[in-house]
């Protein structure tokens, strides 16, 4: 397996635009979680689903923000407009039914906004 | 509500040193709790992981014993090397109807010299 893939890995836009940062998770994984990390905030659940449905977005920062998972082996997180306080890095999980045996975590995708 | 709490960083060894990293957890029920690394530049991959009392998660040399009397899950290694420096982060699963989500702790930062 492949693992979670996220793309792309590093992103650098100016303040304004549009980021879409997508993911693919492990397959028969039926739970994807969106984390942003910061120096400044450490490591931040965003949103979650389950079986391709958002079960707890409480974490989005902002209506700028928003994220689907159309299917079960693809999400999308996108940013519209960004702000330079957007810049982070990015990573997407994925765990099995059940969850006990964790996630599996993409590499992340660093976000630059300037 | 579940949390997880670990030994403030950052932990400054020299080679062959031995480490523990402290985690303590309150969750409802029985969790399974893992260990998570971070190496610079990189998304967190799973170190080790236990999912009942008293069970030893190991690999790489590290370990941690599922202590529930203490609520505990510290993190250890004999004698820690170079390539070990990176952000450890503890976490625990409460199963039920979390969908798979973790609780992580804030990460400690582990740095090892020469």
């Known amino acids: 397996d492949a693992g979670v893939i996220q793309s792309p890995r590093h992103e650098v836009t100016e303040m304004g635009q549009e980021v879409t940062l997508r993911c693919k998770p492990i397959s028969g994984h039926n739970s994807l979680f969106w984390y942003r990390q910061t120096m400044m905030r450490g490591l931040e659940l965003l949103i979650y689903f389950n079986n391709n449905v958002p079960i707890d977005d409480s974490g989005m920062p902002e209506d700028r923000f928003s994220a689907k998972m159309p299917n079960a082996s693809f999400s999308t997180l996108k940013i519209q407009p960004s702000e330079p306080r957007d810049s982070a890095v990015y990573f997407c999980?994925?765990?099995?039914?059940?969850?006990?045996?964790?996630?599996?975590f993409g590499s992340g995708t660093r976000l630059t906004v300037v | 509500g579940n949390s997880v709490t670990q030994m403030e960083g950052p932990v400054t060894l020299s080679e062959e040193a031995f480490l523990t990293i402290n985690c303590t957890y309150t969750?409802?029920?029985?969790?399974?709790l893992f260990w998570y690394v971070q190496y610079p530049g990189e998304g967190l991959q799973l170190l080790l992981k236990a999912t009942k009392a008293d069970d030893k998660g190991s690999n790489k040399g590290f370990e941690a014993t599922y202590r529930k009397e203490t609520t505990s899950f510290h993190l250890e290694k004999g004698s820690v090397q170079v390539s070990d420096s990176a952000v450890y982060f503890c976490a625990l699963h409460s199963g039920g109807t979390s969908y798979g989500k973790l609780t992580f702790g804030q990460g400690t930062i582990l740095t090892v010299h020469p």
């Open positions: 969750a409802t029920g029985y969790p399974s």
């Open positions: 999980a994925s765990s099995s039914p059940g969850g006990r045996n964790g996630y599996t």
